[in-house]
């Protein structure tokens, strides 16, 4: 079982017990419990008043800015762990080194950039 | 194979008692800081049976799922926040030879499915059809695009460390020494896993008191459960990751491993419990902020530090 795939095998099974608890604790639950429902127990709680309009409500989403961000970083950091495995291998040592700088000074500058197009604050 | 039903007994009993126990210790430590007494009454002694009531009135009550819900996806939002942590849990490792399997991204792979876990608390504010719910949704998922980037970059500093992202590699690899050269990181990771599991002060996105309970205020019963759960086995998974990435996991004298890595998730669990006690919780905007102008600089910082340290020496 210590083959690639033996491992990844593992992790599904786990996956499977997983489920199998979540599906078995409903399933308990719903042996034991009554099920007694109304229209009135039925309507959206909200926050104890009765719910006006629609519950999917037009909200302006003023963090969407940060998906960008994320995106972009995120993307950055994606190479850094096949990076970081190798870096110092014998035969790299300072030119990586370098190029982290490089890749720090581009992430610094993505904030530095955002922090000027103020997006970091709002009022 | 009988190792392998060994080894998955292990993960199980972690994940399903170390949770309790924490909830419970959570319940007398913050009665403690606020100098009440906490639940005394279930069991007898200290109300140590508090966790097991509940767990049996959860188990009970009925399943109200709102008419106006999304009705499939309402229904497997808490699957979707819990099993996660479970699936974590097989490349942490207790003890010397404890894990479930040693997966040469570990490290990656934990990374990965821990942010899925998120996705839960999504689904559920999206398929709620309560206003509230939703905002808390889009703020749990503003939170795990902020904190995401500063775990990432403090996980990867370990990795750059130990030159593996094996999780039983790093700590083969573990010396004393890296507990002051990887301290900044050990902190921006902590804080931002913190966030992600959306614990106090990071709690935007359930503030009870502007949006109710946010993402989780339509559920009741087992589902509702089920999501408490998935909260504190995030925070044992939170305790067990930062031991393992920055405490050193089961080196330690003395004591066996596995009683090691035990000792450093409690008193991690105890801090995030102190956490919770002591700070107010962050705006929105300030959420945002310390994310981006705090962390992720931190974070950088930590790179460069390990980077030079690594290459010079």
Sequence with gaps: MDSYYGNYALVAALLLIGVAIVAGALMANRLLRPTRPTAEKLTTYECGVDPVGDGWAQSQIRYYVFTYLYVVFAVDAVFLFPWATVFAAPGYGMTTLVEMFVFLGFIALGILYAWRKRVLTWT | ?313
Excluded at chain 2, 38 to 66: R, T
Excluded at chain 2, 69 to 85: E, H, K, Q, T
Excluded at chain 2, 113 to 125: E, K, N, P, Q
């Design chain 2, 1 to 313: 194979m009988l190792d392998v039903i060994l080894r998955f007994a292990v993960i199980l009993a972690v994940f399903l008692l170390l949770p309790l126990i924490i909830g419970q210790t959570e319940h007398k430590v913050m009665a403690h800081m606020q100098s009440r007494l906490g639940p005394m009454y279930a069991g007898g002694f200290h109300g140590w049976a508090q966790l097991i009531a509940d767990g049996v009135k959860f188990a009970q009550k009925e399943d109200v799922i709102p008419a106006a819900a999304d009705r499939r996806i309402f229904m497997i939002a808490p699957g979707v926040a819990l099993v996660p942590y479970l699936v974590v849990l097989i490349v942490i490792p207790i003890d010397k030879n404890g894990f479930g399997v040693n997966l040469d991204l570990g490290l990656f792979f934990v990374l990965a499915v821990m942010g899925i876990g998120v996705l839960g608390s999504i689904m559920a504010g999206w398929a709620s059809a309560n206003k509230y719910s939703v905002l808390g949704g889009m703020r749990s998922a503003a939170q795990l695009m902020s904190y995401e980037l500063p775990l990432v970059l403090a996980a990867s500093s370990v990795a750059m460390a130990a030159g593996t992202l094996s999780l039983p590699g790093i700590l083969d690899q573990w010396q004393w020494w890296w507990l002051p050269w990887q301290a900044i990181g050990g902190v921006v990771f902590f804080l931002a896993g913190l966030a992600e599991l959306r614990r106090p002060p990071f709690d935007m996105p359930i503030a009870e008191s502007e949006i109710i309970m946010g993402p989780m205020t339509e559920y009741t019963g087992m589902r509702f459960a089920l999501f408490m759960l998935a909260e504190y086995a995030g925070i044992v998974v939170l305790s067990f990751l930062t031991t393992v990435l920055f405490l050193g996991g089961w080196h330690g004298p003395l004591l066996a491993g596995w009683i090691w890595t035990l000792i450093k998730v409690f008193l991690l669990a105890f801090l995030v419990i102190w956490m919770r006690v002591s700070f107010p919780r962050l705006r929105e905007d300030q959420l945002q902020k310390l994310a981006w102008v705090g962390l992720v600089p931190l974070a950088l910082v930590q790179l460069a530090l390990t980077g030079v340290v690594k290459v010079l020496l």
